[in-house]
């Protein structure tokens, strides 16, 4: 079981960047594969990125492809998601996920953090 936190929200104007971290507590964070999804008012939850446990291979929704990064870090139990050139259309409370598969689904994912909320302002 992996207990996730995440952190790095708040409110941005368009064009700008946040970095989003993600905590991991337990002891298979670094064999999990790590996800970022979001969800905007009145939509429903949305694949954002995934990256595998070992080798970090990386997946990018295509509406972030290009201006979002994800990464991790084992040692520090914690994924991030770099984002820039945020646009009002990123706005959206933004989850990290753990999973064995790695997949843009969420129902592959069992782990789920409270998240975060991302503002971007025009």
């Known amino acids: 079981q992996v207990q996730l936190v995440e952190s790095g929200g708040g409110l941005v104007q368009s064009g700008g960047s946040l970095r989003l971290s993600c905590a991991a507590s337990?002891?298979?964070?670094?064999?999990?594969?790590m996800g970022w999804f979001r969800q905007a008012p009145g939509k429903e939850r949305e694949f954002v990125a995934t990256?595998?446990?070992?080798?970090?291979?990386?997946y990018y929704a295509d509406s972030v492809k290009g201006r979002f990064t994800i990464s991790r870090e084992n040692a520090k139990n914690t994924v991030y998601l770099q984002m820039n050139s945020l646009k009002p259309e990123d706005t959206a409370v933004y989850y990290c996920?753990?999973?064995?598969?790695?997949?843009?689904?969420?129902?592959?994912?069992?782990?789920w953090g409270q998240g975060t909320q991302v503002t971007v302002s025009s």
């Open positions: 337990g002891r298979t964070f670094s064999s999990s594969v």
């Open positions: 996920a753990a999973g064995r598969k790695f997949s843009s689904r969420p129902s592959e994912y069992n782990n």
């Open positions: 990256i595998a446990p070992i080798i970090g291979s990386t």
